[in-house]
């Protein structure tokens, strides 16, 4: 299949576009974007920005992708944004480009991010995550790989987001989610460890219950966060990845971990 462009898009002077590439009826292609092979725009959708898509990615009518950050520190430049293959944004969907000359906002691959939802300047997502409708992400977050989020939830600039997390519909996060867990409420508080999403991945029954235990310790153990770190550190199961992948990411945390809920 040889790509196609429907005679109302714009596609602009510059714009690479891989093999297989469609785009429809009033579509918008800037100048400096690319779009990899097999990547399709639908009518009215806007890639523009230095923007990079890869392969097979899906634009659905009236998302915007790539437009300038809201950032009101920009001063000017080139920031961009990149993303890898067969993501998908749906109807109405903005992610913005990074705030700073060279910079750029990043997905990886396989994500799902549905209607309305906004991704904002500089944020960091892997690959596997679905976004559902209505989700506000503000700049700075990172989000790791397999991770799920509610309808209408909200993130606050700079929190993260650990892998197999999930962050229920309407939660406001103010802190970091910790891998494996699961937040509710406003603000957000961690609930209970994600044990239906693990046994979906394919988590083992074993590594299930080495997560059932890090949250034990994280959260009902009514240890501080340094006298929790100190008893994972030390625990029989501390080389583990599921282990590893916790503590690394408390002992990187800035903006504090999700409390439990009382």
């Keep these: 299949m040889a790509t196609t462009i429907h005679p109302t898009a714009v596609v602009e002077p510059g714009a690479q576009l891989g093999a ?5 009826a009033l579509a918008f292609v800037g100048a400096g974007v690319v779009l990899g092979d097999g990547t399709k725009l639908h009518h009215h959708a806007s890639v523009e920005g230095f923007t990079t898509l890869g392969a097979k990615c899906e634009v659905f009518p009236y998302a915007c992708i790539g437009g300038k950050t809201q950032d009101l520190k920009y001063k000017g430049g080139r920031p961009g944004l990149r993303a890898g293959d067969r993501n998908v944004f749906r109807e109405y969907v903005t992610v913005n480009a990074a705030t700073h000359d060279g910079d750029f906002t990043v997905l990886g691959s396989d994500n799902s991010v549905l209607a309305y ?20 992400m503000a700049g700075h977050v990172t989000v790791e790989d397999h991770v799920v989020m509610g309808g209408a939830a909200g993130i606050h ?11 229920s519909a309407m939660a406001k996060l103010v802190q970091d989610l910790p891998p494996y867990f699961i937040a509710d409420g406003t603000p957000a508080e961690v609930r209970a460890f994600n044990k239906v999403g693990l046994e979906r991945s394919g988590h083992t029954a074993e590594q299930l219950e080495r997560v059932k235990q890090i949250y034990r310790i994280l959260y009902r153990d009514g240890l501080n966060r340094s006298q929790a770190l100190e008893k994972l550190t030390a625990h029989e199961y501390a080389a583990s990845a599921e282990f590893q992948r916790v503590i690394t990411f408390a002992k990187s945390s800035e903006r504090g971990l999700a409390p439990g809920a009382s």
Aim: aromatic fraction near 6%; glycine fraction near 8%.
């Design 20 to 24: 297989d590439v469609e785009i429809g």
């Design 157 to 167: 600039q700079f929190c993260r987001i650990g892998a197999y997390a999930m962050l």
């Design 117 to 136: 939802c906004h991704i904002a300047h500089d944020c960091v997502l892997g690959s596997h995550i679905v976004m559902s409708n209505a989700i506000s």
